[in-house]
């Protein structure tokens, strides 16, 4: 007994008729006969007899039918399932980050990617990027972001590099020129990440390569807080331009900073399994939004 065989019953059962039912299935009525044959002859019974000249089901068929459509509706599913998971429909992505894209940034490409995919189930969690680290480690997330060094042999990383840019309010002296210098900060206050921060010590080489002192009045944690201070006149600050295009509405400009300042971050997949379509699918659209910064 073969899938075949019980969906060639089935379409018999539908027509009353070998000859109507051989061309739904699209096959010659010989052959149609011959699938309903072997199958009579493998259970033991038959499955219909002659009335007025069309096919009637024996009331043994009628009773085989009912675990015979179950088995047939079970098979259309998974025909759908798998359908579904091709074209990227079904499944779902678990993403985790850093909070400086997950506040802006990556909710637009979720958004975007969730209305193309209505039934894929999204999940983003906002952790720090030593947390990213871990969970993507223990495998737990299908793609993290988040900032480097990452180097965990269960880990796989994309790395990405943008420049820092400045951020001063609308008023600000500084705000009348194009790019801004080590020199041209040198005089106005400075808010700062914390010294363990990346940005931290590249800016403070920066000033030094330029013989220019720096002294931040303000330190912080977060590019976010900086440049909500950076909005109510606080100094001046050097923040990824993720967070900077997030706050542009908020009362600041953003300049270009020289010397560079880079701001390293990866993408990162968990390294001990295989990544899936959707998450490949993802990738690639995120990476493709970061390439505008």
Known sequence: MNLRQLQAFKIVLDEGSITYAAERFGITQPAMSTLIGKLEDEIGFALFDRHKGRLRATPEAMQFFEDVDQVLNGFDKVVRTARDIRDLNRGQLRIASFPGLSTGLLPRILATFARTHPDVRLSLQTRSSIQ??????????????????????????????????????????????????????????????????????????????????????????????????????????????????????????????????????????????????????????????????
């Open 132 to 293: 990213v680290q871990e969970w993507l480690a223990s495998q737990l997330f299908d793609i993290g972001i988040a900032e480097l060094p990452v180097d965990h042999p269960a880990i796989d990383v994309d790395p990405v590099s943008v420049e820092c840019v400045c951020v001063l309010h609308k008023d600000h002296p500084l705000a009348a020129m194009d790019v801004l210098t080590p020199g041209d900060l040198a005089r106005h206050p400075f808010i700062a990440l914390n010294p363990e921060h990346m940005t931290h010590y590249r800016l403070k080489k920066a000033f030094e390569d330029n013989n220019v002192t720096w002294r931040p009045q303000i330190e912080c944690q977060l590019f976010a807080p900086a440049c909500a201070l950076a909005a109510q006149g606080a100094g001046v600050s050097l923040v990824d331009p993720f967070t900077a295009a997030e706050h542009r509405d908020s009362g600041i400009v953003v300049r270009p900073f020289r010397p560079s300042v880079s701001f390293d971050v990866g993408l990162l997949s968990p390294s001990l399994r295989p990544r899936s379509q959707l998450a490949r699918e993802f990738e690639a659209l995120l990476k493709k939004e970061l390439q505008k910064y």
